[in-house]
T-cell receptor, first 114, second 112 residues
Framework: GDSVTQMEGPVTLSEEAFLTINCTYT??????LFWYVQYPGEGLQLLLK?????DKGSNKGFEATYRKETTSFHLEKGSVQVSDSAVYFC?????????????FGKGTKLSVIP | GAGVSQSPSNKVTEKGKDVELRCDPI?????LYWYRQSLGQGLEFLIY????????KSGLPSDRFSAERTGGSVSTLTIQRTQQEDSAVYLC??????????FGPGTRLTVL
């Protein structure tokens, strides 16, 4: 079945460091791909998405490019801030025309220190 | 506008008791989902409602779990005879399409 594998954390970075969180997927066809973020004490929020191969999703300085050749959707940010400390989840929709639910990776906890 | 709301935000119960968790989706969203977030299992899909279609219950972990959605809007997740392994954060989400799910803040369930 469809699955998502993402880099395990926790990841600790200094402010202004470069961030990469790896995500690879196994799926039928070319599903949309998502990154969700969960800030401490809050619910999940959609961070960015890409709906087709070679698309780049971007938001709040974060970017991820849908690479069908490598079945990857790595999350990057050039300069992280303390406020980026959160848990990040890579996700894709379940396969099947009538399936809307998401399959999530295990999550990667990011801590950014001043 | 109003987002997805869930109640209660926290629920502590004793093993063996039944609990009901409520979700109010965004108005007009036809799809509603329940997920469970626990330390050992990450984020798991539980059940999905789409309009008036029969729900997809494929993620429910046991027959102690059930959910209903009344009038295509509010949903209630019921856990009967709670067990300690049911302790988790239960998340509700709603959407209009496959690409934009909006999550509620969750209900933290603790079973003593």
């Amino acid at each position: 079945g469809d699955s998502v594998t993402q880099m395990e954390g926790p990841v600790t970075l200094s402010e202004e460091a470069f961030l990469t969180i790896n995500c690879t997927y196994t799926a039928t066809g070319y599903p949309s791909l998502f990154w969700y973020v969960q800030y401490p004490g809050e619910g999940l929020q959609l961070l960015l998405k890409a709906t087709k191969a070679d698309d780049k999703g971007s938001n709040k300085g974060f970017e991820a490019t849908y690479r069908k050749e490598t079945t990857s959707f790595h999350l990057e940010k050039g300069s992280v801030q303390v406020s980026d400390s959160a848990v990040y989840f890579c996700a894709l929709p379940a396969s099947g025309a009538g399936s809307y639910q998401l399959t999530f990776g295990k999550g990667t906890k990011l801590s950014v220190i001043p | 506008g109003a987002g997805v709301s869930q109640s209660p935000s926290n629920k502590v119960t004793e093993k063996g008791k039944d609990v009901e968790l409520r979700c109010d989706p965004i108005s007009g969203h036809t799809a509603l989902y329940w997920y469970r977030q626990s330390l050992g299992q990450g984020l798991e899909f539980l059940i999905y409602f789409q309009g008036n279609s029969a729900p997809d219950k494929s993620g429910l972990p046991s027959d102690r779990f059930s959910a209903e959605r009344t009038g295509g809007s509010v949903s209630t997740l019921t856990i009967q005879r709670t067990q300690q392994e049911d302790s988790a954060v239960y998340l509700c989400a709603s959407s209009l399409d496959r690409n934009n799910q909006y999550f509620g803040p969750g209900t933290r369930l603790t079973v003593l």
